[in-house]
């Protein structure tokens, strides 16, 4: 089975800082995908970002970034330029690439929560 | 074009009633997965439905149940409610092959349930 751990329950900075969000998984698997998703107090969960685990180049997507370390099993997210919107919790998930049967699910992280200050 | 959509948004039970929770999945798509969301916690998988059929289930009891109907729309039900089944509930859809899942899901706004 699939855990994935995200070891800081909050964070904090200020508006226009970097900030990164941390995430290490355990799986035997070697093809599988991960993601950052965002949650807002509205609940929505929001993809940022994703990776794909057979490609070394880390993704980014404008101000998101992930630093991607295979043999390490660690998955962190960074946000440069900070902005208020960015308030919000964000999970961390798993997921397997290819599911002979079987459900193709979403192991999510217990997430970090983060604020943004002005 | 919609998102996923689910209703209610919220609904207080009684212990030991039971509850169906809906789900419309985005236009097109035609997996529809349920997590559920205990306050503080990251989602937790219930339950894949793809083409009306059960692909796959978490670890929860007998009590969980879901289907899919013709138009990709699904419900979950859950049978004598429990204080612990206090939560968030999340619809997912995708396409439903692995390449679109692996562009990860959509998901709705959730179902907060509270039991009493």
């Known amino acids: 089975a699939q855990t994935v751990t995200q070891s800081q329950p909050e964070m904090s900075v200020q508006e226009a800082e970097t900030v990164t969000l941390s995430c290490t998984y355990d799986t035997s698997e070697n093809n599988y995908y991960l993601f950052w998703y965002k949650q807002p107090p509205s609940r929505q969960m929001i993809l940022v970002i994703r990776?794909?685990?057979?490609?070394?180049q880390n993704a980014t997507e404008n101000r998101f970034s992930v630093n991607f370390q295979k043999a390490a099993k660690s998955f962190s997210l960074k946000i440069s330029d900070s902005q208020l919107g960015d308030t919000a919790m964000y999970f961390c998930a798993f997921m397997k690439r290819r599911v002979a049967q079987g459900a193709q699910k979403l192991v999510f992280g217990q997430g970090t929560r983060l604020t943004i200050n002005p | 074009d919609a998102g996923v959509t689910q209703s209610p948004t919220h609904l207080i039970k009684t212990r030991g009633q039971h509850v169906t929770l809906r789900c419309s999945p985005i236009?097109?798509?035609?997996?529809v997965s349920w997590y559920q969301q205990v306050l503080g916690q990251g989602p937790q998988f219930i339950f894949q439905y793809y083409e009306k059929e059960e692909r796959g289930r978490g670890n929860f009891p007998d009590r969980f149940s879901a289907r899919q109907f013709p138009n990709y729309s699904s419900e979950l039900n859950v049978n004598a409610l429990l204080l612990g089944d206090s939560a968030l509930y999340l619809c997912?859809?995708?396409?439903?092959?692995?390449?679109?899942?692996?562009?990860?899901?959509?998901f709705g706004s959730g179902t907060r349930l509270t039991v009493v």
């Open positions: 236009s097109g798509h035609k997996s």
């Open positions: 990776q794909e685990a057979y490609k070394q």
């Open positions: 997912a859809s995708s396409f439903g092959t692995e390449l679109r899942a692996s562009y990860g899901y959509t």
